[in-house]
């Protein structure tokens, strides 16, 4: 299998993230990166960087107001007397249809929905060769192959279609997922990060061309709260194309697995060509996050699960913090896939 990744995805080096009234040290941290190298290594991957595709893969779902934004929000936040190094909202519209402000404060609480976001210097450059990332492993499908692993850092699956949050900024997965859509090809994501894609579930919402399935633990008191219940099965002409699969905290392999098989058979009969995954590996038992409590070897068999769709597979980074197993997890994931697919 062919891992994609751009050293560019470097830059990105938040330092803040505020949860519970704390000010803390940011989980999403560069280190990541060399962690999912090896693991992807270790599963017999070799690594190439991606093309440069530009706007039009990313503002096929992201509004340009929104991406205007990213890419100079950083430079302006600057301009502000006494303003921090990152960009970090403190106020926030009541409803998305409310007054668009000129002021960076205001744009900047219209654009982000949390303080898990922070925008520093080197933000936009990392965000935008992420998505590239997941682009190119996209067009790994297009041209034939299998499967394709994206390193894609910052993650994006919190990412709406013009707001920020949870560490994320662009939606890596959407991105991939409409790249394959509209080259033909009837998509389904497939979300198996510890925090429900919220971002994701927005942007396709209302929509019967993409299938939006999310494995999580419940949000009833975990982030991102508002979004990931049961009940939310879509909307207007897509009403029926997202399922949301809530987990109680501190679920293991056999539970997880046995949900997982509830979702693959939603993605049979939605009659997908293409499967892309959000994969996180938060859902690890020792992840910062301690969420649910899927082990190293379980991510083998979610990926050997999902290796028995026989579907061309894109896998796009999502979550999964600094822990001893991290790379671990990464090569036990695609090592089952393939082993399983053959």
Known sequence: MKAIFDDRQWLHQPRHFMANGALLPN???????????????????????????GMGPIAALHSPEYLTFLENIHTRWQ???????EVIPNIHPATRSD??????????????????????KGTWEAAYWS??????????????????YALSRPPGHHAFGDLAGGFCFLNNSGIAAERLRNHGLRPAILDVDV????????IFYHRSDVLTVSIHADPERFYPFFWG??????????????????????TEDDAYLATLDVALQRIRAFGADVIVVALGLDA?????????????????????AIAGLGLPSVFVQEGGYLCDALGDNLASFLIGYQESRG
């Open 27 to 53: 989980p999403e941290q560069a280190e990541r990166i060399d962690r999912l190298l090896t693991g992807a290594r270790a599963a017999g991957c070799s690594v190439e960087a991606p093309h440069d595709e």
């Open 284 to 304: 690890f038992v020792d992840d910062p996050f301690r969420g649910l409590a899927v082990s190293t070897a379980g991510f083998g068999r979610i990926g050997s």
């Open 131 to 148: 998505a590239q990332t997941a682009i190119a492993a996209a067009d790994l499908i297009l041209a034939g192959e299998a499967s394709g």
């Open 229 to 250: 219940q049961a009940h939310e099965r879509g909307a207007g002409e897509g009403l029926g194309y997202n399922l949301n699969l809530p987990l109680a905290r501190g």
């Open 99 to 120: 007054s668009y402000p000129k002021s960076a404060v205001g744009q900047a609480g219209y654009h982000q929905a949390d303080t898990a976001c922070p925008i520093a």
């Open 195 to 202: 925090h429900h894609g919220n971002g994701t579930q927005g």
């Open 79 to 85: 301009r502000i007397e006494g303003a921090g190094e």
